[in-house]
């Protein structure tokens, strides 16, 4: 027998073991118990026990590549993929694709990298271009149109006496997908408390309950896909993952003080100004997606924005306005419901 049959082989038994595992009964976000489908829930490796005598995850690559059957093993300094003690320890990060490599990252929302949306909203598209758009407090904007997938954001914001614009930052996110949405938000809290949960999780209008004990996550499978939201702190943070279209993290924080001060919001002392911190990372992207951030991953896209200026501004609040947080109609959208969805 070649190496080659051998290979195979022992691919085909890692795998027959990973399918029994992964076909188990698993909540689909009802109560109810659904068969898994391991195609949508496959990122492309079979987890595989940790390095003997350590707790270093190992990973057998199943995409075909320059990775193809290699084991891949977690660093000693992120031995694990999903630590729960995130704001001291990075991840492992996993890539069997043309990097074939495990490396340590962050699983919080990085603000200066491709895809983030935070501040007074601030974007940095899939150019790597950094821009603002301001759009208005009480509206909401596609920032994410293609074909399979929309997004859209809801803005709250303050006007000082005086100013022509509003103040704004984004306190939820719309994710439309098939014949499903998911809307993570900020609650409306007066005074911060790092210790309290100001995390909101709704799936098609039902809000959901994102446990903080155990593996600390909630996951639904659809005739499509998968769909799993994980902490990845103990509050206030998770991570959003929808197979095959996007992961997403996502961070809930308030207006501090200083930064009141810092930037003259004159905000009322009565509310927080919870909102979001967020960075996307998309999958199987059309060449024709739209949105204040998808059109920054069109093939070619060249940023219309002043550079070199403190705050280059995005327009557009005429192309991506939408009615509503769950509309997906505007001047630029592209992604469509079937009618009896789309009119519910």
């Not at 082989?9 to 489908?37: E, N, R, Y």
Request: hydrophobic content about 35%; glycine content about 8%.
């Amino acid at each position: 027998m070649d190496r080659r049959m051998l290979c195979v082989i022992v691919a085909i038994l890692l795998l027959s073991i990973f399918s029994q595992a992964t076909f188990a009964d698993q909540p689909d976000g009802k109560g109810k118990s659904k068969q898994v489908d391991a195609v949508t829930q496959d990122p492309g490796y079979v987890v595989l026990d940790p390095l003997p005598g350590t707790v270093q995850e190992r990973a057998f690559c199943t995409t075909r590549g320059v990775c193809y059957y290699r084991t891949l093993t977690c660093p000693v300094e992120c031995p694990q993929r999903k630590p729960r003690q995130n704001k001291k320890q990075k991840g492992c990060y996993i890539d069997c694709g043309s990097k074939c490599e495990a490396t340590c990252k962050w699983r919080l929302p990085r603000c200066d990298g491709y895809g983030a949306l935070c501040y007074d909203p601030r974007f940095v598209g899939g150019d790597g271009v950094m821009f603002y758009f301001h759009g208005a407090k009480d509206t909401d904007f596609a920032i994410v149109s293609d074909d399979n997938l929309h997004i859209n954001a809801h803005l709250i914001g303050t006007r000082p006496k005086g100013r022509k614009r509003d103040f704004t930052w984004v306190q939820k996110l719309s994710v439309m997908f098939d014949a499903h949405t998911l809307v993570v938000g900020a609650k409306e809290v007066s005074h911060w408390d790092e210790k309290v949960d100001a995390l909101t999780v709704q799936w098609n209008s039902e809000t959901v309950d994102v446990p903080t004990e155990g593996d600390a996550e909630w996951s639904v499978n659809t005739a499509e896909r998968s769909v799993v939201v994980e902490r990845t702190d103990d509050l206030n943070s998770v991570r959003v993952t929808v197979s095959g279209l996007l992961q997403l993290d996502v961070k809930v924080v308030p207006i501090g003080e200083k930064e009141n001060k810092v930037h003259n919001y004159q905000l009322p002392a009565d509310d927080a100004f919870a909102h979001l911190e967020t960075q996307f990372k998309f999958f199987n992207l059309s060449k024709h997606i739209e949105g204040i951030l998808g059109k920054t991953y069109q093939p070619g896209y060249v940023s219309p924005v002043k550079r070199g200026v403190p705050m280059p501004i995005m327009g557009g609040e005429d192309k991506y306005q939408t009615k509503s947080l769950h509309s997906a109609i505007c001047n630029k959208c592209r992604f469509q419901r079937s009618s009896s969805v789309a009119s519910a």
